[in-house]
């Protein structure tokens, strides 16, 4: 071979190595592009999360701070309320005034803490939530309050449409939608494995509802719509004579646990302690004997302020036990804010404790909540969800027609679930399928979310 042909022959060699290599220059960029895109879509998603979860987290905690502040003052209404009535019997009137501005300060409470939201959140970049203001003026008429002060009901309509009125809703106030939502009815996911042919959901969650299903009467009653207050305070009223609260003291001659709170918390406060009991005070000689005790109105914890159950169930990241002084339930805050279109869900509640114990089912409020902190909304109940309107508005507005006589409203993606459920072969197709197929569907990851953990931020 000459030298020419050797020459020529190497030079296409060269030619077929550096062709090779910018093919793999070429598919070089593009990974490396496609990687900087990612990055930067990730690092865009963080960055949104983040600057949603800065302008969500300090609304539940002022919406909290609120909370625990009327919780306060309440509580020291009570204890003035004690002291006048340890002073002198004759001041009962007095007192069922104090209790009357009680309940209208629990009323009020959770107005101020709205209020208290939404400025924060307006502060902090949120923008508007998409009918949020009208789904709240359409749902204030399931409130009432039959048990309050004449008038409450409403005074509390009054104040509602006052703040929306002066603005548009920048923290979406989150409440339990229902009472009692065991109902298949109430449940959203049903709805959704419906929609999306999800039929292993079936095989773990409703199998036998699947198989034994034949009519909309087997849904059961309408799941009880909540006429719970957002932000509410968790409290109600108790008749007791002070004279029961006095009962019960110890063999050794102490004052009895409650009495020894409410001096404890008397001093906290710079005040004396109350009086000692005069046998006089507490009895009217010209009423039957049964009815001689004098019963007077106190503002109690309700059913809300029971030990936190849901922290002690393993579907939440917890690595220690939960104190002794944060283990109650009770009231709390949860706002939904929308920054930047992410939407951030955070949940805050007040704490405290008077003489060393958390707050209990009917035990007196005194007061003593002094501090505020974050927790998390899968540990609160489960009735909990973002403020969805397509939702919300079939569950308040919907549901009623359908369970009174099967209608479906038209627009309405959980009617078309309804009605998809109720007339198709959806539910024929689901159950051949199961017994076919039903063996190889795989149970989610513990916790609520589907691959596990919390489904909600905080």
């Not at 969500?56 to 306060?72: E, F, H, I, S």
């Not at 001096?263 to 000692?276: F, K, T, Y």
């Amino acid at each position: 071979m000459s030298r020419h042909e050797n020459a020529c022959q190497r030079k296409r060699g060269f030619r077929r190595t550096a062709g090779q290599a910018v093919v793999l220059l070429l598919a070089l960029l593009v990974a490396m592009a496609a990687m900087a895109f990612w990055l930067l879509d990730t690092h865009r998603s963080v960055l949104a999360r983040l600057r949603a979860q800065d302008a969500g987290d300090p609304v539940a905690l002022a919406a909290a701070k609120w909370q625990a502040a009327g919780l306060n003052l309440i509580g020291e209404l009570n204890l003035i309320h004690a002291y006048m009535l340890a002073d002198d019997e004759k001041n009962a009137p007095a007192a069922l005034a104090l209790h009357e501005l009680q309940q209208r300060i629990s009323l009020t409470t959770p107005m101020l803490a709205l209020q208290a939201a939404q400025q924060v959140a307006r502060q902090n970049n949120a923008q508007p939530i998409p009918a949020a203001r009208e789904f709240l003026q359409d749902c204030a008429k399931f409130i009432r309050f039959p048990n309050f002060y004449e008038g409450a009901t409403e005074d509390f309509h009054e104040m509602l449409e006052a703040i929306l009125r002066a603005d548009e809703i920048y923290a979406f106030p989150i409440s339990p939608i229902f009472s009692d939502a065991n109902s298949m009815l109430g449940n959203q996911d049903f709805y959704e494995a419906v929609l999306a042919n999800d039929y292993c959901w079936f095989w773990f969650n409703a199998y036998n509802f699947l198989e034994t299903y034949r009519s909309r009467q087997d849904f059961g009653a309408m799941p009880e719509i909540s006429t719970r207050v957002f932000f509410s305070l968790g409290l109600e009223t108790a008749w007791v004579s002070l004279a029961s609260l006095r009962e019960d003291a110890p063999m050794d001659g102490s004052l009895p646990p409650t009495v020894e709170r409410m001096n404890e918390q008397m001093r906290a406060l710079g005040h004396p302690d109350i009086p000692p009991p005069s046998p006089l005070d507490f009895f009217d000689p010209t009423a039957p004997a049964n009815e001689q005790l004098l019963l007077h109105p106190w503002m109690v914890y309700n059913s809300a302020w029971s030990p936190w159950e849901e922290m002690r169930k393993t579907n939440l990241p917890i690595r220690a036990a939960v104190r002794p002084e944060f283990d109650v339930l009770g009231t709390y805050a949860v706002t939904m804010v929308m920054r930047n279109d992410y939407p951030w869900m955070a949940a805050a509640k007040p704490f405290g404790s008077v003489g060393g114990e958390p707050p209990r089912v009917s035990e007196l409020l005194l007061g003593g909540f002094d501090a505020v902190r974050l927790v998390p909304i899968d540990a609160l109940e489960a009735g909990l969800h973002p403020f969805e309107p397509a939702w919300l508005r079939h569950i308040y507005f919907h549901l009623h027609d359908y369970v009174r006589s099967g209608t479906y409203v038209e627009g309405c993606r959980y009617c078309r679930a309804l009605n998809k459920w109720d007339w198709s072969a959806f539910r024929p197709t689901a159950s051949a399928w199961l017994a076919e197929f039903g063996h190889t569907c795989r149970r989610p990851k513990p916790g609520r979310g589907d691959s596990g953990g919390a489904t909600y931020a905080h």
